[in-house]
C-alpha cells in the first residue's frame, strides 16, 4: 500500500514537471544516430538517381552509407547539389530532381518536400524569417526563390539576368554569386527584411571563383589565370580588404576554419592565417582528369577532400590535418561533392 502510495506521488511530481517545462515553452531537441560527426554528399551521375548522403564520427572511427534511404526507404533523388543545415534541419538540394528534401539532420527522417519554383537549385542559405534557394537552368531562368522558414511556403521569385550560384547571408543581406564555371565578376545583394535587391558589388579583378560567409563577412576568391585574390565584403555590401595570392592561378575551394584561409589551386592546397598575405602549401591531393578535389571542407581542423575519378565509380575521400599529413582515406559515394559539420 505504501508503494503504490509512493508511485502515486512521484507519478504526480512528474507530470507537474512535464507540465512545467510545457508551460516553459521549452524546445525538445530530437537526437539521432547522425549527430556530432560530418554529412557527406554524394551527387551521383547524372539522370541516376544516385544522390545520397553518408555519415562519419568525428573520431574518423565509423562510417555509415546512404543514411537518407536507410532511414527514409527511398531514393533521395537525382543530383544532390548541396546540404543546407539550420537548426535541427538539414536541406537536402536536389538539382535535377528539382526539389529540397528537408529532414532532421540527426535521425534524418524525412520531414517535407519543397517544390514549387524550384528549377535547377544550385545552393541555399537562410536569415532569421526566410529560406533563400538559389536556381540556375542551363539556357534557362536564374533567379533566387524566397521561402517562410517556419511553413517553407513560397513567397516571392528574384530574377538575374546573369548567373545564381553561391548565396551567402550576413548582417541583414543575402549576397547572390552572378557567376558560374570561372566567369562573372559581380555579387547581387538582397535586402533579407524586404526581400528585394539592394545593390550590386563588383570585383576589380579576376573572375569569382567561389563565395563564403564567415564572422558576419563575405568572402569571394577570384582568379585572372595567372594570380587569385580573395575580396573581403562587410555588412554595408563594401568591399573592405583584397588579398593579393600572386602567382597562385584559379584559385577555388575557399574555406574559412579558426581564423585560417584554405583554398586550392588545381590540386594544390594552401592555409594561411586571416592576418596574413603569405600562403603556406599544406599538401598536393591525387588527381583525376575532372574529379580532383572535387569535394573540400575543413571541420574542426580536419581537412575533408574528395577524388570524385570517372564519377562511375566510388569517389575516394581522404582526411588530412591541418599540418597536411593524411589521418584516413575511404571510399564514399559517385560524385561526392560536399562535407557538413553536423
Known amino acids: 500500500m505504501k508503494i503504490k502510495n509512493l508511485i502515486t506521488g512521484l507519478f504526480a511530481v512528474s507530470l507537474l514537471f512535464v507540465t512545467a517545462c510545457k508551460d516553459d515553452n521549452d524546445i525538445i531537441v530530437e537526437h539521432g544516430a547522425y549527430e556530432n560527426g560530418v554529412l557527406i554528399s554524394a551527387e551521383g551521375a547524372l539522370n541516376s538517381n544516385q544522390g545520397e548522403v553518408s555519415f562519419m564520427t568525428s573520431d574518423l572511427s565509423k562510417f ?120 562573372g565578376k559581380n555579387l547581387s545583394v538582397i535586402n533579407t527584411m524586404t526581400n528585394n535587391l539592394d545593390t550590386t558589388v563588383s570585383v576589380p579583378k579576376g573572375d569569382i571563383q567561389k563565395t563564403i560567409a564567415y564572422n558576419n563577412r563575405v ?76 569535394g573540400f571542407n575543413v571541420i574542426d581542423g580536419k581537412i575533408f577532400t574528395s577524388n570524385a575519378g570517372d564519377f562511375a565509380s566510388p569517389s575516394e575521400i581522404t582526411v588530412y590535418s591541418i599540418t597536411g599529413s593524411k589521418l584516413k582515406t575511404f571510399n564514399g559515394g559517385i560524385g561526392v561533392s560536399g562535407f557538413y559539420k553536423n
Not at 554595408?236 to 584559379?250: E, F, K, M, R, V
Request: charged content about 15%.
Open 219 to 294: 568572402y569571394t576568391v577570384t582568379s585572372d589565370g595567372v594570380d587569385s585574390y580573395i575580396y573581403t565584403i562587410d555588412a554595408t555590401a563594401a568591399i573592405a580588404n583584397t588579398l593579393t595570392l600572386t602567382g597562385i592561378p584559379y584559385a577555388t575551394n575557399l574555406v574559412i576554419d579558426n581564423d585560417n584561409y584554405y583554398f586550392s589551386s588545381n590540386n594544390k592546397v594552401y592555409t594561411m592565417p586571416l592576418s596574413s598575405n603569405s600562403p603556406k602549401l599544406l599538401f598536393a591531393a591525387s588527381e583525376s582528369p575532372y574529379g580532383t578535389l572535387y
Open 64 to 183: 555509415s552509407e546512404n543514411i537518407y534511404s536507410a532511414v527514409n526507404g527511398q531514393k533521395l533523388g537525382d543530383v544532390l547539389q548541396t546540404v543546407g543545415t539550420k537548426d535541427d534541419k538539414a536541406y537536402l538540394v536536389v538539382n535535377n530532381s528539382n526539389k529540397i528534401e528537408v529532414v532532421n539532420r540527426y535521425s534524418f527522417k524525412k520531414l517535407a518536400t519543397i517544390s514549387t519554383e524550384v528549377n535547377q537549385p544550385r545552393d541555399i542559405a537562410f536569415s532569421d524569417n526566410y529560406i533563400y534557394v538559389t536556381n540556375d537552368k542551363y539556357l534557362g531562368d536564374k533567379y533566387v526563390a524566397v521561402y517562410n522558414a517556419s511553413d517553407f511556403s513560397f513567397i516571392k521569385k528574384i530574377s538575374f539576368s546573369d548567373a545564381a550560384q553561391d548565396i551567402a547571408v550576413i548582417g541583414g543581406k543575402a549576397f547572390v554569386q552572378n557567376a558560374s564555371y570561372g566567369f
